[in-house]
Structures are given as C-alpha cells and as structure tokens.
C-alpha cells in the first residue's frame, strides 16, 4: 500500500490562507488522493479528492503536482472551526482507506 | 437522510467478556471499514469488507472479528483476546467501484471501555 508522509502539526491565524502538505512519493497512477478531517471525539469528515487536476469545492481547493508525488490542502481562509487533524490518503482500485498520523492544524484567532 | 450509524455511543464492558458493535449504512455501498484509534493517534484498519459475504484483516486484526451478512450492516466484535480493547472505535462505507465518486463516510463512533 502506498503510504502518504505529512507534518505532525502546523499553526494558522484566523482568515489567513492554510497551505497543508503530503507527501506521497509511491504513489501509482490509479490512486486517488483525498483528505479527511477530525474534529475531537467525532468520525473524520470527507474534505476533497482528486486523480491529476486540481479540484476546488466549497470547503477547500486541493493542488496536485505534475508528477503527483505530492499534494497540497488548501484552506483559503481559515476559522476556528477548521481547527482538525487533516489526513490525506490514497485510494486504489479496490478502496482499502490507510490512514497515516494526519497533520493537527491549530488556528489562532 | 442517508447515512452511516454506531451504536452505541459510550460502551462498558468487563474484561473477558465478548462485546459486538453495530454499524448500519444506508447508503447503499459495497465497502465498509472499521478503525480502531487510540488517544492522540490516527487510524488503524481493522477489518474491511469490499462486497457481501467477503471481507479481509487489516492491520490490527487479532482479537477481532467481523461478519457481512448484509449489505448495510458489519459489525465488530472485540473478542477476549484482544489485549488492549478500550479504545475509540469508527466504522466507515464507500462506494468503491466508482472512483470517481468514492469518498468514505464516517460514523460517530463508539467509545468502547473495559473495566
């Protein structure tokens, strides 16, 4: 299974822009890349997933690089609400979820 | 609504004692998962079932064990044997045979607690 690497934790201020990253260097060409996200003591939420573009919906903006060995998360103006440990994975044909450590984002006000 | 629900929320259990979460899905997918997370941790894959009548370990399988039955349900049970069984528990579904709309829903989970 090919396994996505991202920081343990980073930091944002309120309504500034939040740029998270993963590294995913063994990534196949079937595999898709999405982000999840957990609130304390709740089930993660799906955030946003793509192949090779990069995808935009109403809660983030995700940007793949041309050779997809990595992707970045985008918030475009966090809240504290975005406060949450952010997990990117890869999803292959079949659809095994493995889920690395994540990356807690802090937003100060 | 569609959706995916455990239950129960909050568990106590005796040490020894067999115990079965439930986990229902409505939304009509093939896959289903549960993960087991432990204090400041990720997710650890339990068990996953691709299709009825079929599902495979995962990473922390011993002490577990899992049927699927029915399409909509896959329940756990956290046998004796699992030697550290108090742990936060989440079941997820996806509809994994179309990519493009594949994303995994999650319950809100089952605190489980042996005493």
């Known amino acids: 299974d090919a396994k996505t690497t991202q920081p343990n934790s980073m930091e944002s201020n309120e309504e500034e822009p939040v740029h998270l990253p993963c590294n995913h260097s063994?990534?196949?060409?079937?595999?898709?890349i999405h982000w999840y996200r957990q609130l304390p003591s709740q089930g993660p939420e799906y955030v946003i997933h793509?192949?090779?573009s990069n995808v935009n919906n109403r809660m983030a903006s995700l940007a793949i690089a041309e050779d997809r060995k990595s992707s970045t998360l985008i918030l475009h103006r966090a809240t504290l609400r975005d406060a949450a440990v952010y997990y990117c994975?890869?999803?292959?044909?079949?659809?095994?979820?493995?889920f690395g450590q994540g990356t807690e984002l802090s937003v100060k006000p | 609504d569609g959706g995916i629900t455990q239950s129960p929320k909050y568990l106590f259990r005796k040490e020894g004692q067999n115990v079965t979460l439930s986990c229902e899905q409505n939304?009509?997918?093939?896959?289903m998962y549960w993960y087991r997370q432990d204090p400041g941790q990720g997710l650890r894959l339990i068990y996953y079932?691709?299709?009825?009548?079929?599902?495979q370990k995962g990473d922390i399988a011993e002490g577990y064990s899992v049927s699927r039955e029915k399409k909509e349900s896959f329940p756990l049970t956290v046998t004796s044997a699992q030697k550290n069984p108090t742990a936060f528990y989440l079941c997820?579904?996806?509809?994994?045979?179309?990519?493009?709309?594949?994303?995994?829903?999650f319950g809100q989970g089952t605190r489980l607690t042996v005493v």
């Open positions: 997820a579904s996806s509809q994994i045979w179309d990519r493009v709309n594949s994303e995994a829903f």
């Open positions: 063994t990534i196949s060409g079937t595999d898709y």
């Open positions: 793509g192949l090779t």
């Open positions: 994975i890869l999803i292959n044909q079949g659809g095994k979820l493995i």
């Open positions: 939304l009509n997918h093939d896959a």
């Open positions: 079932s691709q299709i009825v009548n079929d599902f």
